[in-house]
């Protein structure tokens, strides 16, 4: 069974750029996490979708920071203007179960993003 | 507040060692803990993940418990080799939360020497 697919694997970008992540989950999972990890901290929850709808986007930087799931399947992350502050570890998870309920998180690789 | 917390942030043993790294988290009424590995600039990678009905699972030199009563899950480690460096993440799912999200601790950072 692939895992879940996430690039690119790094981004180097200037304050006031743009950038877009990109996730691919296990097939079959129905909720796709984005979480972002800060250096030294644990991931925390950026925004969440139950097939293409969004279930949490409360910790979401919505003034910068956009996310799509178009057909339930593929999801990209933008980030425009990208901040100093911004520079981390982009993480896409996928489950099976429906929000709210219980269920094993996969998670990808990763896209360690450095804002200069 | 549901807060999960890891201490200590970093710990270095000698290989061989058995060692135990701690968990603690506020509110009993979970769904399930899982404990994550993290290597340097990588994803995380699933160890174990133990049920709100269940006290522990092992798989291989792991062993993972779970006591709801007083908020803590620990994470043993048996005969500790110098492959085992790396982060090590705890995190919950609330039943509260209407997401199923997972709320970490900050991880423990974790080097056996050789």
């Known amino acids: 069974e692939a895992g879940v697919a996430q690039s690119p694997r790094y981004k180097i970008i200037e304050k006031r750029q743009s950038v877009a992540f990109w996730c691919n989950p296990i097939?079959?999972?129905?909720?796709l996490y984005w979480y972002q990890q800060i250096l030294g901290q644990g991931p925390k929850l950026l925004i969440q979708f139950q097939n293409n709808g969004v279930v949490d986007d409360s910790q979401l930087p919505k003034d910068r920071f956009s996310a799509e799931r178009l057909k339930g399947v593929d999801s990209t992350l933008k980030i425009q203007p990208a901040k100093l502050e911004d520079s981390a570890v982009y993480l896409c998870a996928s489950s099976f179960g429906v929000a709210g309920g219980p269920g094993e998180q996969f998670f990808g690789p990763g896209t360690r993003l450095t804002v200069l | 507040k549901q807060e999960v917390t890891q201490i200590p942030a970093a710990l270095s043993v000698p290989e061989g060692e058995n060692l135990v790294l701690n968990c603690s988290f506020t509110d009993s009424a979970i769904y399930n803990l899982q404990w994550f590995r993290q290597d340097p600039g990588k994803g995380l990678t699933s160890l174990l993940l133990i049920q709100s009905s269940q006290r522990e699972q092992t798989s291989g030199r792991l062993n993972a418990s779970l006591d709801k009563s007083s908020g803590r899950s620990t994470l043993y480690i048996a005969a500790s080799q110098p492959g085992d460096s790396a982060t090590y993440l705890c995190?919950?799912?609330?039943?509260?939360?209407?997401?199923?999200?997972?709320?970490f601790g900050q991880g423990t950072t974790l080097q056996v020497k050789p």
């Open positions: 995190a919950i799912q609330w039943r509260s939360s209407n997401t199923g999200k997972l709320i």
């Open positions: 097939s079959g999972h129905a909720t």
